[in-house]
């Protein structure tokens, strides 16, 4: 085992982290504070050589294989116990075509790269909204965000994608080659293969108006009642999701500090000359903080960045929803009120205009039909935390699941087993089953929301 270890070692162009290393321990850690796995080795690929090499090791050696992008997963899917790592931070290029607008990115990149790279051409690519969240992951399971609404979700800008498969092949998939892998990958997760490349389709987005207005939370069963009629029947040039949410300090003024509220985060991409009448319903009602302006798209993508750093405490819970009634809406003002740390939060993104075009079966992504991807976590900076934030979220969660649509978008669940993952795909999850196993029959792949291939 040594002396393959030995040439192991002889085809990695990158750095490989093992236990004894001095930066082993800062090395191994991930996004969510609450993560705190050793890995047997951490492969710092620099080239999609590296990742061949690694995949084939790993697959041989019959290693636990745990692949990490940003490390943003809230499960700390991109880490694992005693296995390999193959990290893929060293894989990070940006390259804008002026032609057709497409961006060409690297399996390891951030988002507030791309977003950097693009803004100057006045283009942006669909995406979440924080900016320091890995493209692979996000990309991976969806990508829900500021733009949704107008130019749908992440998967439905994605036109090309550079592969090595768990035989350590290396393909490119797009909708003539190898079209059942790509249809995969846009939702499937991590389960088929290491991109190791994305091409995106870029939009013409360079200043929104966004941000946030705020409500007591007394108000909240109100504002959502409202908000749900009101988003969608908005042009798409609109978005703006709802969440329950504390305070926490600077840069909001020393009055609101600590005190719980719902809220809705706007973005606006559309011609600002009608802003002011789109926006009149929202002003209407009575805001008791409002901060939205005109910026930059990078900015209202790092708007949160700062209270978010990596590190802290984090525990995840999610479901789609396709109303917000009476008993949800009460649901939620009660959780909203019983908010335990001032980071710890609820979204609800909505599913609806560009996002909720394709049909069911397009891509993996299996809640075209529900109007809300939602999400509920406790946030906090103490490990002497982490028992009262996972308590809050999961009986948040477990309140709502009865109004649910069933399943959960991916992205946003911890490791909660195979039935959640069927849940999630749902008329999609046999199809998935049937590419896993044609590609990945070994599931080398499955430190992930697994689909497991037929035995």
């Not at 694992?80 to 990149?109: H, W």
């Not at 992951?137 to 090309?160: M, P």
């Not at 009629?229 to 909001?252: K, R, W």
Request: aromatic fraction near 10%; proline fraction near 6%; charged fraction near 20%.
């Amino acid at each position: 085992m040594e002396a393959k270890f030995e040439e192991f070692t002889t085809q990695i162009r990158g750095e490989i982290v093992l236990p004894e290393h001095e930066n082993y321990n800062e090395t191994r850690k991930v996004y969510n504070g609450m993560i705190d796995k050793h890995p047997g080795m951490i492969v710092m690929c620099v080239d999609v050589a590296d990742v061949m090499a690694a995949v084939n090791y790993g697959r041989e050696n019959n290693l636990l294989v745990a692949v990490r992008g940003g490390g943003h997963n809230g499960g700390g899917l991109g880490i694992c116990d005693d296995g390999m790592v193959i990290d893929l931070s060293g894989l990070k290029f940006v390259r804008v075509n002026t032609e057709d607008n497409t961006v060409r990115v690297g399996g390891g990149n951030l988002w507030g790269e791309v977003d950097h790279a693009t803004h100057p051409f006045g283009l942006a690519v669909p995406a979440g909204i924080i900016s320091s969240t890995g493209v692979g992951g996000l990309t991976l399971g969806g990508g829900v965000g500021h733009l949704s609404r107008k130019y749908g979700l992440t998967i439905d800008n994605l036109l090309e994608a550079d592969m090595v498969l768990a035989d350590g092949s290396f393909v490119t998939v797009n909708a003539h080659q190898n079209a059942d892998l790509f249809w995969a990958i846009r939702g499937g997760g991590g389960n088929f293969g290491i991109v190791t490349s994305f091409k995106f389709q870029g939009h013409p987005v360079k200043t929104v108006i966004g941000g946030p207005t705020l409500w007591p939370v007394e108000q909240t069963e109100e504002i959502m009642e409202w908000y749900h009629e009101f988003i969608h029947n908005s042009e798409e040039d609109l978005n703006g999701f709802v969440a329950t949410m504390v305070i926490p300090g600077p840069p909001f003024p020393e009055e609101l500090h600590l005190k719980k509220f719902c809220g809705i985060v706007w973005c606006y991409t559309g011609d600002p000359s009608k802003f002011e009448s789109i926006f009149a319903p929202v002003l209407a009602k009575n805001p008791v903080f409002q901060h939205v302006g005109e910026m930059p798209y990078p900015s209202i993508q790092t708007l949160f960045d700062g209270l978010m750093p990596h590190g802290l405490q984090w525990y995840w819970r999610a479901d789609f929803f396709t109303e917000l009634g009476a008993e949800a809406r009460a649901q939620h003002k009660k959780f909203g009120s019983e908010i335990p740390t001032p980071l710890s939060q609820m979204h609800l993104y909505p599913i609806s205009g560009a996002a909720s075009k394709p049909g069911l079966t397009d891509t993996p992504w299996a809640y075209r039909d529900a109007n809300y991807a939602g999400v509920f976590v406790g946030v906090d900076a103490d490990p002497a935390n982490a028992a009262k934030i996972t308590d809050w979220a999961k009986s948040y969660q477990e309140a709502l699941h009865p109004y649910s649509s069933g399943g959960a978008y991916t992205n946003f669940m911890m490791d909660e087993g195979q039935e959640r993952v069927r849940d999630s795909y749902r008329q999609n999850y046999d199809r998935l089953v049937e590419i896993k196993t044609k590609y990945d029959p070994g599931n080398l792949f499955k430190v992930n929301q697994n689909i497991k291939p037929k035995s």
